[in-house]
């Protein structure tokens, strides 16, 4: 699909093969949960493309040779039991010894159809199915935690970990399906890029403008990426297995929030595409978000 696309589409008689590969270091001190995060994170590329089921994962990962097993077994276990969440079948895979952890995984998916990053059009209508802050939630947990207080005294450090563990091991799959469903012009999910990294692409591909008018946010991250220079108040943060950034016509805006309600996927309308080109963040309103995860 070319350089700014999620994942690698092949056609076939039936519909489509998509096809995308990803593994990453820990970003998380507890192995199972990071097992979860990476398959998260590896799976989420075909569903940001339009995949509506996953035919296989091949596990990719490394070790050092002082791990001990037992924890490179738990990020296994977390790898594998995120991966049965969306009925994603481990057929095989490959471990090398490596200095660092990596984690991640090569993923087939199929869909009737596919979505790209470009394709977004002046008058679209522009949402996110993640809340943002992910990188300076984890960022908290690499602070010793008598500076931590000192930092933050007022912030519920564990509350907003928690709810970034829920944002990077919540799967994309029933929003793909939503998006998919109703019919929308361009969709992405929001990584290592930031909203407005990944907004630029969707912008420089489709050759529009998009003006961010909303930045939705994890409570409390907006004053740990403040202190710390992250950027998420202006949209630069980085984000591990965000959301799905999602270009729909106006006219069926309406119906790609029933069809997200109707399936459970927490969203919000962010923003709109015009003529132009370029991300436009200026006098976006921060929210501090009390509705996720949706009950």
């Known amino acids: 699909m070319g350089v700014g696309d999620d994942a690698a589409v092949i056609k076939t008689e039936d519909g489509y093969l998509i096809k995308s590969l990803d593994f990453f270091t820990p970003i998380h001190p507890d ?22 089921e996953v035919l ?18 738990e990020m296994l276990r977390g790898f594998a039991d995120q991966c049965a969440e969306v009925g994603a079948p481990i057929v095989g895979g490959h471990t090398i010894m490596n200095p660092w952890p990596i984690l991640g995984g090569s993923v087939t998916g199929r869909g009737e159809t596919y979505v790209t990053t470009g394709g977004a059009e002046p008058g679209d209508v522009v949402y996110l199915t993640k809340p943002l802050g992910t990188q300076p939630a984890m960022a908290l947990l690499r602070i010793p935690e008598e500076f931590r207080e000192d930092m933050f005294p007022d912030l519920d450090v564990d509350g907003i970990v928690e709810t970034a563990v829920t944002v990077m091991t919540e799967p ?11 019919g929308v012009h361009a969709m992405t999910d929001v990584t290592g890029f930031g909203l407005k990294g990944h907004a630029g692409e969707m912008a420089e591909l489709s050759g529009v403008g998009i003006v961010v008018e909303r930045i939705p946010v994890i409570p409390g991250t907006v004053e740990v990426s403040k202190k710390l220079g992250y950027g998420l108040e202006r949209g630069e943060a980085a984000e591990t297995a965000g959301g799905l950034l999602v270009a729909v016509p106006e006219d069926k805006a309406e119906d790609l929030e029933e069809e997200f309600d109707r399936r459970g996927v927490w969203f919000r309308r962010i923003g ?14 921060i929210e501090e978000v009390d509705d996720y995860p949706p009950r």
């Open 56 to 73: 296989s994962v091949l596990v990719i990962s490394g070790f050092p040779k002082e791990l001990p097993k037992e924890t490179a077994r």
């Open 272 to 285: 709109r595409v015009i003529e132009g080109s370029g991300v436009d963040v200026e006098g976006a309103e």
């Open 172 to 182: 994309l799959m029933e929003a793909a399906r939503a998006a998919v469903e109703v």
């Open 31 to 52: 192995p199972y949960v990071q097992g979860r995060i990476a398959a998260n994170n590896s799976i989420n590329d075909v569903f940001a493309m339009g995949a509506t």
